[in-house]
C-alpha cells in the first residue's frame, strides 16, 4: 500500500501568502455561491495511518485470491506461474515510472527493452515486424482488423462464432465507426465450420480472423484457413495463445499475415482484468500498416548499438488523417515483464510450460468424465481449456465450489445458448495432480447433491 503524506497547516498558509491569499475558500470567489456544497462530503471520518493500513487489509482479505484458492477459471485470463526475478525488474524506478519514450534518444533502456520485445514476439509469431504493443488482445484484434481492411481495400471481416464473444464485441465497436462489416459464421465440434466460411466469403472479405486454440480451447488448423483467405485475395489473422507457441507451429510458418494475442500469460498477473498488453506482430511488407509504433536497432556516430523509434505512424507524432491508428500508447510495464518472462523461460521453458499444460489440462478432463457427473462436448483436440456438461447449473456449482476454495470454470452458457450446462475449464502448469483430483472428486460430489440443495 503506498502512503499519500498531505500538506501541512504551514505548508498551506505558506502557500496562499505567496499568491497573497488568507484564506482557502478564496481560491473558489468565481464560484457562484448558490452551486458550491456548502457541507462536508459524506465520508468517514478520518483514520490514523495504522488504521487506514489495517482497515485497507481487512477489504483485501474479503477477496478471493489465487494466493489460497486453485483457479480452473480461464476464457482470456489465465494462471499461470510467475518467476519471481520479474516482479524485480518491472519493479525497478527506471521502468515503472518510465511511460512513454516522447524523447527517444535519451530514452536508450526504454527503447532497448521494446526493442527486446518486438524481437521476441517475432519469433515467437514467425512474423517479420512487431510493434511496440497494443493495450489489450481485444484491441489487438480489432486494430488487426481495421489493418486488414486499408492493405487490401476491403471493408468485410469474417469472424468464427468460436472467438472470445467479448473480443468479438470489441471488434464490431472498431467496425461501427471505420465503416467496415463483421460477418460471424458457424462451429462444428468446437471448432471453425469452414464449409460454413467458403459460404460467406466474397470479393469484399478483407481478412479471415481464426483464434488458435479457439474460445472452448480447441486447436483450429491455420493452414486450411490461410490457404481459402490467400485464394480470395484476403488476409488471414491469426488470434493465438502465445504459451500454446511452446508446442504448436508458429501461425507465420502456417500461412497468418498478421498474428495477435494477449501477453497477460507471460509473466503478468490476472489482476482482477488488467492491465495487461496485446501484441500485434505481420509481415514485413504490411508494416506501414501497422498501428502503434515500431522501435528499431541502429548505431550511433561513435559505431555503438543504439535504438530510434523507427515507425511512428500515430495521430500525436503525424497528421491525424495519415494516422495508422488513434491508439495512443503501449504497454510498456506488462510487455517488458513478458520480455523477462521470455528470457528466464526460453524455448526449452516455454515448450515445457506447454506440455504440462496440455498433460494437465487432458488429465482434468479424464478424471471429469470418469466421475460420470460430466460429459464429453467437443471431440476436437484442445490445448489448455476443454468445455464438458454438468448435470446442474453451472452457476450453482461454482458457487458452491468457492467454500472449498476452488474457483471453477466458465458457464459458458451465458454466450452460448445452446451450450446449457457446459462449464469450460483452464488447467495451467501451477495445478497440481492433488488439486485436480480434488476439483473432480468435489464437482461429482456436489454434483450428486444436486442444484436444488446447492443454493
Known sequence: ??????????????????????????????IPEKVRL?????????????????????????????DEYDCFLGAGAYDHYIPAVIEHITGRSEFYTAYTPYQPEISQGTLQAIFEYQTMICGLTGMDVSNASMYDGATALAEAAAMSCKVTGRKEILVPCAVHPEYK???????????????????????????????????????????????????????????????????????????SLGILKAPGEAGADIVVGEGQSLGNPVSFGGPYLGFLAAKEKFMRKMPGRIVGQTVDKTGKRGFVLTMQAREQHIRREKATSNICSNQALNALAATVYLTVMGKKGLKEVAQLCVKKAHYAYKKLIETGKFKTVFTAPFFKEFLVKSEIPIQDLNKKLLDYKIIGGYPIEKNYPELKNCWLLAVTEKRSRKDIDRLASIAAELSSVGSGRLK
Open 169 to 243: 464485441e470489441v471488434l464490431k465497436t472498431y467496425a461501427r465507426f471505420n465503416g467496415s462489416v463483421v460477418v460471424e459464421t458457424e462451429y462444428k465440434n468446437g471448432v471453425t465450420d469452414i464449409d460454413a466460411l467458403k459460404s460467406k466469403i466474397s470479393a469484399n472479405t478483407a481478412a479471415i480472423i481464426i483464434q488458435n486454440p479457439n474460445f472452448f480451447g480447441s486447436i483450429e488448423n491455420l493452414e486450411s484457413f490461410a490457404e481459402l483467405a490467400h485464394g480470395n485475395g484476403a488476409l488471414l489473422i491469426a488470434y493465438v495463445d502465445p504459451v
Open 38 to 66: 456548502n457541507r462536508k462530503l459524506n465520508l468517514p471520518e478520518k483514520m490514523s495511518e495504522p488504521e487506514l493500513a489495517e482497515h485497507m487489509y481487512e477489504l483485501a482479505a474479503s477477496n478471493k485470491n489465487l
Open 1 to 30: 500500500m503506498s502512503n499519500y503524506i498531505p500538506t501541512t497547516e504551514e505548508q498551506q498558509a505558506q502557500m496562499l501568502k505567496e499568491i497573497g491569499l488568507k484564506r482557502i475558500d478564496e481560491l473558489f470567489e468565481s
